[in-house]
Each structure stands twice: as C-alpha cells, then as structure tokens.
C-alpha cells in the first residue's frame, strides 16, 4: 500500500514542542523533496517547510522561521518536522507531501492523512 503516514501530533501548552514525522511505505522518497503543510479551521492549506531530496536545501513559512525545522533521514524514509515555541495560531492539521521532482516547485503528487497539533494559551 502506497502511504505517507504522519505522526507525533497532539495537545500542548504554548512555548511547547512536538516533533512530528512522517514515515512512507510503498513509496520512493529519497529522490523527491518533500514538504510539511498545514490546514486550520476555515483557513487554505498553507506550505510550512519543504527540504531538497537531499536535505541540503530547506524552506520555511515566514510565520515558523526560527521554530520549525525540517529534516529526513532518506534511509528510513522518513521526513521530520522539530516544532518550538509553539503558539495557539500553530494550530492545525498538519500534512506531509512529497514533491514530484528533487527540488521542491510547488507541484506535490502524495499526501499523508494528516495529524492534528493543538496548541492551548
């Protein structure tokens, strides 16, 4: 079965972390960038970070510039997204995506289910 599977959301306190991960099976990624997304309560689904097939290359969102990190360990097919001092707007579905090229250009071809973050004031 072809999926990316994210993990690690849940419920925390502003000023937090969580680290979420997303892991595929079925599917190549260590070719494609990937990116994290995310989706708020009547709000578009908004590109948080995206990283080079590689993870020589990494971008962010101007809203988690200095908070998020995203990083992937190709071997275990897994993509990271290190959130910090997290705040009440964080709040979302958060989504992995894999690029359809190595270099992210906007075009994403599989999407994981999506794991909630919460974060209270």
């Known amino acids: 079965q072809v999926q990316l599977v ?3 959301g849940g419920l925390v306190q502003a000023g937090g972390s969580l680290r979420l ?13 990937m990116g ?11 590109l948080v970070a995206a990283i080079t097939w590689s993870g020589g290359s990494t971008s962010y969102a101007d809203s988690v510039k200095g908070r998020f990190t995203i990083s992937r360990e ?3 097919s897994t993509v ?5 001092s997290l ?5 979302a579905v958060y989504y992995c995506a894999r690029g359809d090229a190595p270099y992210y250009r906007g075009s994403w071809d599989y999407w ?8 209270s004031s």
């Open 87 to 91: 705040q009440p707007e964080d709040t």
């Open 21 to 33: 991960s997303c892991a595929a099976s079925g599917l190549t990624i260590s070719n494609y960038a």
């Open 74 to 76: 190709n071997a275990k």
């Open 80 to 84: 990271y997204l290190q959130m910090n």
């Open 112 to 119: 994981g289910q999506g794991t909630q973050v919460t974060v």
């Open 36 to 46: 994290w997304f995310r989706q708020a309560p009547g709000k578009e689904r908004e």
């Open 6 to 8: 994210e993990s690690g």
